[in-house]
């Protein structure tokens, strides 16, 4: 089969949990034995990641403006466009913003295999007109795709709820298993060699409720013995980002940027604690991360992060900064060992064929 991928900013080594399940799955896809194109965004195209190919994927750039209020639906229609070139026997578009074009797909004549990863209309940085423009991209994408796959149960219940719709097909996130680093380089780099700390990882976005954990790591009083490292960067640097960035370095918060590989490895091979304050998430790859290295959780109450295999003490009421300090020194008076959680229904192999079946059922 010829598939071409469109909805992701692109891959490899791009922030964002699309970007990382895309990363993850189309290698496999090709792998299989089809032929992959993923139409990628250019302003995310840098010199490190300037590539034809990668691992048997085949990697398209296509103009999308630097503005996040126009970036994902321009560059959805020339991707389209771009996709009808070249006849695929399946289009398939990832999360609900840019599934807006999906009517545009099929009148093409493409046929459309939509991925759900959460009601991005929920997310904090939109104004009213966006959010419209994203939930309409959900209906659409609903409505007139040939499948709908959703990564969790909570989104399939949101598509019934709101739509009508039950014929969507559940195939989770993935999330492999981490060879852990024997290395301290880079950890000893950021001042971390012998020191506990507790990390976070995520895109500078204000639902990802980065701010309550700083507030809360210093009510908490935990500075003089645990260091906080947020692991991530903006896509667009604004005010929220900037004050955030300012606030955390006030009070002794390691950053480090958007980190993958090694560096990563090294970072999660050594925490002690890794916390997720979300106000939303569809299913949070950064958490299935931490607990393949069999780190300690603590996140917020939110439908996505209920997974079943955590306790009820590994959550903490979302938005509720005392709530977070407290259960922060909670976590922190009792040396945790290491974590076995079972992430068996996450192997991304089995995700890879879950979804070459459905793409199958499309063109037998």
Not at 13 to 30: K, S, W
Not at 163 to 183: A, H, M, Q, T, W
Not at 231 to 254: M, Q, W
Request: hydrophobic share 40%; with cysteine; proline share 4%.
């Amino acid at each position: 089969m010829k598939i071409v991928v469109i909805g992701t900013r692109g891959f490899p080594g791009i922030q964002g949990g699309v970007e990382t399940h895309c990363e993850e799955l189309y290698p496999r896809i090709a792998a299989l034995g089809h032929d992959v194109t993923v139409i990628r965004r250019s302003p995310y195209v840098t010199d490190d990641n300037k590539l034809s190919t990668y691992k048997g994927v085949r990697l398209i750039d296509v103009y999308a403006p630097r503005k996040k209020s126009f970036e994902a639906i321009v560059h959805t229609f020339l991707a389209i466009l771009k996709a009808r070139m070249l006849s695929p026997d399946i289009v398939h578009i990832h999360a609900v913003g840019p599934a807006i074009m999906t009517p545009v797909a099929r009148l093409l004549g493409l046929k459309v295999v939509m991925t759900n990863h959460g009601p991005d209309y929920h997310r904090q940085k939109w104004g009213w007109l966006a959010r419209f423009v994203i939930k309409s991209g959900e209906r659409m994408g609903t409505m007139f795709s040939n499948r709908v796959i959703v990564i969790s149960k909570v989104i399939a219940g949101i598509l019934k709820d709101n739509y009508g719709f039950d014929d969507s097909r559940l195939i989770f996130n993935g999330v492999n298993k981490p060879r852990k680093s024997e290395s301290n380089e880079y950890i000893e780099s950021i001042g971390l060699s012998g020191v506990p700390y507790i990390v976070a990882l995520g895109r500078f976005v204000k639902e990802k409720g980065f701010h309550d954990l700083v507030e809360a790591y210093v009510k908490s009083g935990l500075s003089d013995r645990l260091k906080l490292v947020i692991a991530g960067d903006s896509d667009h640097e604004d005010s929220y980002s900037s004050e955030l960035k300012k606030t955390a370095r006030k009070n002794g918060v390691i950053l480090t940027g958007f980190i993958k590989g090694e560096k990563l490895n090294q970072l999660m091979t050594n925490a002690s604690l890794f916390v997720m304050p979300s106000y939303h998430e569809g299913l949070p790859i950064a958490l299935l991360e931490a607990m393949s290295y069999g780190i300690d959780v603590l996140v917020s109450d939110i439908p996505a992060n209920r997974l079943g295999v955590l306790c009820r003490n590994d959550f903490f009421p979302v938005g509720d900064v005392d709530a977070l300090s407290e259960a922060l020194k909670k976590k922190c008076e009792v040396k945790t060992d290491t974590r076995n959680y079972d992430l068996s229904p996450y192997d991304w192999d089995r995700i890879a064929v879950q979804t070459e079946a459905l793409y199958r059922e499309l063109c037998p």
